[in-house]
């Protein structure tokens, strides 16, 4: 089983739909859980940190649910500019591991 | 602004020849940076953790003499790929944590690498 799964997709959605990203790892002694963005032959970008309590930032909603060990990023009111592979990315002590990415397309 | 600074961007080199990718933290001094190495559509693949002053830690399955890293200093890091070869050819990527953001990693921009 590997270490972080996430869903290839690719999702393709209209603008403006709502669309939910999954992600499940398999140690529970994690400690940190982000979401990262990563375009087209770019490096990744923190898009942002998940936490249990759940984390809002705009449209963007990511929450953790360590019982059931994974973590969900929801996009809402989809963007043209949302369009790119986003990575569930774990901690482990001083390891980071990252899922394979889960790209999304959004059309006009 | 970015933290971190990779060089160069893209290189194209011919199979057999030695490329050097640098990995420069800007801002702050980091004692342990990361190379990843990521193959189309899929994710990025830990390579080894590069230390400062001491040697670098490969994964397993990383050839340690054909993918050399030397840190000798607290803002430098490079990753030599030695008689590259086709199957070399992929996006290099560096990260590195600054000390007063966490565990939030910070990646340069990447190394696209191309053997022919």
């Known amino acids: 089983r590997k270490e972080v799964e996430q869903d290839p997709g690719p999702f393709n959605v209209p603008e403006g739909a709502t669309v939910a990203f999954n992600c499940t790892y398999s140690n529970s002694a994690s400690q940190s859980f982000f979401w990262y963005r990563q375009d087209c032959r770019k490096e990744p970008k923190l898009l942002m940190s998940v936490y249990s309590s759940g984390n809002e930032d705009g449209r963007f909603t990511a929450q953790l649910n360590r019982a059931s060990q994974y973590i969900s990023l929801l996009i809402r009111d989809s963007k043209l500019s949302d369009s790119a592979t986003y990575l569930c990315?774990?901690?482990?002590?001083?390891?980071?591991?990252f899922g394979a990415g889960t790209r999304l397309f959004v059309k006009a | 602004g970015a933290v971190v600074s990779q060089h160069p961007s893209r290189v194209i080199c011919k199979s057999g020849t030695s490329v050097k990718i640098e990995c420069r933290s800007l801002d702050f001094q980091a004692t342990t940076m990361f190379w990843y190495r990521q193959f189309p559509k899929q994710s990025l693949m830990l390579m080894a953790t590069s230390n400062e002053g001491s040697k670098a830690t490969y994964e397993q399955g990383v050839e340690k003499d054909k993918f050399l890293i030397n840190h000798a200093s607290l803002t430098l890091s490079t990753l030599t790929v030695t008689s590259a070869h086709p199957e070399d050819s992929s996006f290099y990527i560096c990260?590195?944590?600054?000390?007063?953001?966490?565990?939030?990693?910070?990646f340069g921009q990447g190394t696209r690498l191309t053997v022919v």
């Open positions: 990260s590195a944590f600054p000390p007063d953001r966490g565990t939030e990693a910070f």
């Open positions: 990315v774990v901690i482990e002590g001083f390891k980071t591991i």
